[in-house]
């Protein structure tokens, strides 16, 4: 029976139950519904016993076609990582590394590195994908990329121990206020129990340091505006329809008509670590060293100007 498992027909097979009919599966895998039609029918036929059940509309897999369906999964996800990893020895020739990253670190602290970097390295290409974290994670185990700048608070669920995890900064929460407004560096969040308060929507991870920074101080925030995005807070801040925590990465360049305000330390208002993931049983290329010093230096340039501005 070993014939009867290629990975044509598994493949297949996952693409039928992903897609819920054999139509749109043999779509997905470039078939006619009629060779796609033969060749579930052949693998039903050879193990004697069905891998589906046809419906009026789509298909419902058995007990036995859930059995391949995850193995064809795993070997799916195997032969993308394998395909990652020859990408990466070619990549190396050519003198590439693939990098992930997420949105307010690539507007920032990548964008300062990628600058350097590219002026001390020029024969190495940077190909970055930016994405949110648990995509980042998924890309990083198929060897889409081999590195990957990643956030986390003090709750975030732990990566998988598959990755290893190299601190690079601590992004601190700051607030932010319109440019006359009176709030100045040193503020408690007890003091801001009146505010009028903007947050990221849809549950986002800035949300929760409010959330939580709140309830440290005994209250609950009076939130009057839900954002998409960073830009949208600072216009709305500017606007003068409330104040907003935010990580002071996300503002590295905000515009002229606010300001950011730290909190008094005691406070102890969480802030978010950045880190150079990769899987831990991959060896650094060249390259891979090349982009994870440059991206150390940045995030210690952007430390010492934080720094020259307390003074």
Not at 152 to 163: D, G, R
Not at 190 to 218: G, Y
């Amino acid at each position: 029976m070993s014939d009867l498992f290629d990975a044509a027909t598994l493949s297949l097979l996952l693409d039928v139950v992903d897609a819920g009919s054999i139509t749109s599966g043999a779509e997905r895998a470039n078939m006619t519904v009629s060779a796609a039609s033969q060749r579930i029918t052949k693998l039903e036929k050879s193990i004697g016993q069905p891998v589906l059940v046809r419906l009026p509309r789509g298909v419902q897999v058995t007990e036995a076609g859930a059995v391949l369906v995850e193995r064809a999964r795993l070997f799916r996800r195997e032969m993308r990582a394998a395909r990652g990893d020859l990408e990466a020895l070619r990549g190396l020739e050519r003198g590439t590394v693939r990098l992930g990253s997420f949105p307010t670190v690539s507007a920032s602290l990548l964008s300062d590195a990628l600058k350097s970097f590219h002026h001390s390295q020029p024969s190495i290409t940077v190909q970055v994908r930016s994405a949110l974290r648990p995509r980042l994670v998924e890309m990083l185990h198929s060897s889409e990329v081999e590195l990957a700048l990643m956030w986390s608070y003090a709750w975030t669920e732990a990566a998988e121990q598959s990755l290893s995890l190299v601190p690079v900064a601590t992004d601190r929460t700051v607030l932010l206020v319109a440019a006359d407004s009176e709030i100045e560096d040193n503020v408690t969040v007890r003091s801001l129990r009146s505010a009028q308060w903007i947050i990221r929507n849809d549950r986002h991870p800035a949300s929760e340091v409010l959330f939580r920074a709140c309830a440290t101080a005994r209250f609950e925030p009076r939130v009057v505006y839900e954002a998409h995005d960073y830009q949208e807070i600072e216009a709305m801040v500017a606007a003068g329809v409330g104040i907003a925590m935010v990580p002071e990465l996300a503002i590295a360049h905000h515009r002229p008509d606010v300001r950011m305000v730290r909190f008094a330390g005691r406070d102890e208002v969480p802030s978010r670590s950045i880190t150079i993931a990769s899987l831990a049983r991959r060896q650094y290329t060249p390259a891979m060293y090349a982009i994870s010093r440059a991206i150390h230096d940045a995030a210690r340039s952007i430390a010492q100007r934080g720094q020259a501005q307390r003074v």
